[in-house]
């Protein structure tokens, strides 16, 4: 089971612990007693989300298998840089977002080198951080390109 899977499950637990027992929800306050007495024709349950619904929820996907896990969206860039840490200090810094209909793209490149800052000749962190840069069209043209086509 993966490190991901692994915080699900304690979440799982947690919220189970948390959750209030069925006694307790039915459980009626007067005034709320007296509110639902002029509303018999209403339809009975909950209109909302529960605990139990998420903890539900949480259990569905947790019990999905190691295949369903790995259709998780490969960047295109080679993945191995996602093994790769930040360099030590870095902090992403704020990038000019380009949504792909007005300015240039050049000069949107220039630009998101030069946020970089003393980072920008790290090609690797280039690849990595180049998709915060981008918004709306330019966004989805980025998540179309095949996973490991861009190397530079």
């Not at 947790?62 to 295109?76: A, F, G, N, V, Y």
């Not at 990595?128 to 530079?152: M, N, Q």
Request: with cysteine; hydrophobic share 30%.
């Amino acid at each position: 089971m993966g490190e991901t899977q692994r915080e699900m499950a304690e979440m799982i637990k947690e919220f189970k612990n948390s959750a209030p027992k069925p006694s307790e929800e039915n459980e009626k306050h007067p005034q709320e007693e007296s509110a639902a007495a002029g509303k018999e024709s209403e339809p009975k349950g909950p209109s909302f989300v529960t605990q139990e619904d998420v903890v539900a929820m949480l259990e569905k996907e947790l019990s999905r298998s190691q295949e369903d896990w790995k259709c998780l969206p490969q960047p295109p860039y080679p993945s191995s840089l996602l093994q790769q840490p930040y360099p030590k200090g870095y902090e992403a810094p704020t990038f000019v977002l380009f949504d792909g209909r007005k300015g240039s793209p050049k000069e949107h490149v220039n630009r998101f080198i030069d946020a970089l800052g003393p980072y920008a000749g790290d090609h690797n962190l280039r690849l990595r951080e180049f998709s915060k840069s981008l918004t709306d069209r330019a966004y989805t043209w980025y998540t179309t390109l095949a996973p490991g086509s861009i190397h530079s």
